[in-house]
Every structure is written in C-alpha cells, then in structure tokens.
C-alpha cells in the first residue's frame, strides 16, 4: 500500500506561486503514475496533472496547462506541482493520488488527504 501526504498549500494572492509537494510512503513508489487532483467548495473532485511513473509523459487539465508544472523525484518518492499564476478559481483542496496514468479519478488507487490551496484576488 502507498500512502501519499500532501504539502506546501497556503494563502497566496492572485498572479502569486506555490509549490505542493507529495511523499509517498509504503510500497514502491516509482512503478506508479502520480495525480493531482483537486476540490473547490460545492463541486466534485477534478483532474489537474498527471505524470507517468518514470516521467516521460506528462497531462495537464486545460485550465491549468501553461502554469502548472508537475514533476517527481523517485529517489524521493516525492511529486511536485509547481503552480504559477495562480487565479482566484484556483482556490480548491489538492490531492495527490497514486494509480494508473490517466485523468480518471477511477484509475487512482491511493489517495492523500488533501493540502488546502487559497488565491485571493
């Protein structure tokens, strides 16, 4: 079993940048694709990046595409979500997820708590 825990969410102004981080403890971390997801107030859970378990391909949400940056370290058993300019529609729990590469919520079999991301405007 791995067993991702999310960091690095916070208050950020609107055009500011975090970067999340992802450790994954457990079973082997690097035979897995690594997601993002996240969650704003009201609405149901989405995809935000993807990245195949050795890194070689990448997919990103269309909203996010051009500022979002996602990467891992599988020494580290860590994933990273860069994100930049951010905007006020930002603002959402993130998830980190382990599974299958893709961007259906069904292809993750493990899952992290969640890191609470808010842009202010």
């Known amino acids: 079993q791995v067993q991702p825990v999310e960091s690095g969410g916070g208050l950020v102004q609107a055009g500011g940048s975090l970067r999340l981080s992802c450790v994954a403890s457990?079973?082997?971390?690097?035979?897995?694709?690594m997601g993002w997801f996240r969650q704003a107030p009201g609405k149901e859970r989405e995809f935000v990046a993807v990245?195949?378990?050795?890194?070689?391909?990448?997919h990103y949400a269309d909203s996010v595409k051009g500022r979002f940056t996602i990467s891992r370290d599988n020494a580290k058993s860590t994933v990273y979500l860069q994100m930049n300019s951010l905007k006020p529609d930002d603002t959402a729990i993130y998830f980190c997820?382990?599974?299958?590469?893709?961007?259906?919520?069904?292809?993750?079999?493990?899952w992290g708590q969640g890191t609470q991301v808010t842009v202010s405007s």
């Open positions: 997820a382990a599974g299958d590469y893709g961007s259906s919520i069904s292809l993750y079999k493990y």
């Open positions: 990245i195949s378990a050795y890194g070689e391909s990448r």
């Open positions: 457990g079973r082997t971390f690097s035979p897995y694709a």
